[in-house]
């Protein structure tokens, strides 16, 4: 029994410090770029991701969707058309352009590092992104809390909180203390949803750019098809502001 028990300590012991050890350098991929785009909700269920590689050989980008409605749509990189996207009968679409070093291959036709890529019909977006110039900066955590003000017309309080890495976003506002009703939630003058507040004065809203991924709460989040960031948050009823803040442009 002793025997079996130290066993089982040194197996404990040696998932904790795999748990608390740092991954190798090798894990994280310096030379891999990977983000996600918003969908701004033209086509609900569309979903895409633009994936960029360079290294001493080569250097290459795809850029993939899903789900969305078959036909050709415009790969836009800071408001220019660049390419073409073709979407098949089962909703996906890709393009890949490729160059290697040691065939002296040509420059990338366009590069979307460090610019806002976009893949759109008849000038409407439907998939948007602000690709980061470096790997760093997409594996980057982004996240913030902040403090809702009470504009003095009832008793309340609140919290924003935002969170982003690889582009997906995550987006949610809690009140409390508030008296029970439905609260519109503004934000840039725009209303993206409702708030809920029960009989202990409590409610929330949350937001996900891809909501099919999020395992813990399936079906709860709203799809998140804005970026808040840099925008005026306001929680309202019959169009009054009960409160409100002014976002950080992270």
Do not use: C
């Not at 202990?200 to 813990?216: A, N, W, Y």
């Not at 079906?219 to 409100?244: A, K, M, N, Y």
Request: net charge negative.
């Amino acid at each position: 029994m002793r025997s079996i028990a130290r066993t089982t300590w040194l197996l404990a012991a040696i998932l904790v410090l795999m748990a608390v050890s740092p991954a190798p350098s090798w894990a994280t991929p310096h030379n891999q770029l990977k983000y996600f785009f918003i969908n701004t909700g033209v086509q609900g269920a569309a979903e895409g991701k633009v994936l960029f590689v360079s290294n001493k050989a080569q250097s290459f980008f795809t850029i993939k969707t899903s789900h969305m409605t078959p036909g050709t749509y415009d790969v836009v990189v800071n408001g220019a058309i660049v390419d073409t996207l073709t979407v098949d009968a089962t909703g996906s679409g890709s393009v890949t352009h490729r160059t290697k070093v040691k065939k002296n291959g040509g420059p990338l036709p366009y590069d979307p590092r460090g610019s806002i890529l976009s893949v759109q019909t008849t000038g409407i977006d439907l998939l948007t992104a602000t690709v980061p110039a470096t790997p760093a900066e997409a594996q980057a955590k982004i996240q913030f809390t902040t403090d809702l003000a009470n504009l003095g017309v009832i008793a309340g309080s609140g919290e924003a909180t935002f969170q982003s890495r690889f582009g997906r976003m995550q987006f949610r506002v809690e009140v409390e203390d508030m008296p029970e009703g439905v609260y519109d939630l503004m934000v840039g003058g725009v209303k993206v949803g409702e708030i809920a507040v029960d009989a202990t004065g409590r409610g929330e809203i949350d937001f996900d750019s891809r909501p099919s991924s999020d395992d813990d709460d399936p079906g709860l989040d709203l799809p998140l098809t804005f970026d808040p960031r840099g925008q005026t948050l306001s929680v309202e009823q019959s169009g009054v502001s009960q409160l409100s803040a002014t976002l950080p442009l992270l």
